[in-house]
């Protein structure tokens, strides 16, 4: 059987476990906010992780984490060496971010909030997990959609670099 329609096909991958954004840069460098591929590793599984905590941190075991690897072992791993600091939650499982389609609901809405167009079907199954996150982390009802305008460009950039906020549609 051939799986490869099935995965997210992007022009250049990115390492989902240690990626940083261009629209994180203004904290990534010294690791200030939790980035979103530690926020995404500690959803897989099951930690809830406060940015006073996550500050508490060295800034070298917050690299560490954000390096730290996004296997089943690895983020089992994880969960046991935050076990202390965070609070366990149901590791995610069907969410959203985790699907090739179609294009969640509050990311549409976001969008339409700051006059963007959301990623089309196709675009969105041609994302990385990681990307997908994001930009679900980024349309939450209730978040202020501060990065969003800067993320969609991005990440959808990365599937045609001539991309434009009117989508590849």
Avoid: Y
Wanted: proline content about 9%.
């Amino acid at each position: 059987m051939n799986t490869e329609s099935t995965r997210p096909a992007s022009t250049s991958p990115l390492n989902q476990c240690s990626h940083c954004f261009a629209f994180e840069a203004e904290f990534s460098s010294n690791l200030r906010c939790i980035p979103m591929a530690v926020r995404r590793k500690l959803d897989l599984c099951g930690r809830k992780l406060r940015l006073q905590h996550w500050l508490e941190l060295p800034e070298a075991e917050r690299t560490t984490l954000l390096l730290w690897g996004d296997g089943p072992a690895d983020l089992s791993q994880l969960a046991e060496r935050l076990g202390a600091i965070t609070t366990p939650l149901a590791p995610a499982s069907n969410e959203s971010w985790q699907q090739l389609g179609p294009v969640p609901e509050a990311l549409g809405q976001a969008c339409r909030q700051i006059d963007c167009q959301p990623p089309s079907l196709h675009q969105w199954q041609r994302l990385q997990e990681l990307e997908r996150f994001a930009l679900v982390k980024l349309s939450h009802p209730g978040h202020e959609h501060r990065n969003l305008p800067v993320a969609l460009p991005e990440i959808l950039g990365r599937l045609n670099p001539a991309w434009d906020l009117l989508g590849d549609r």
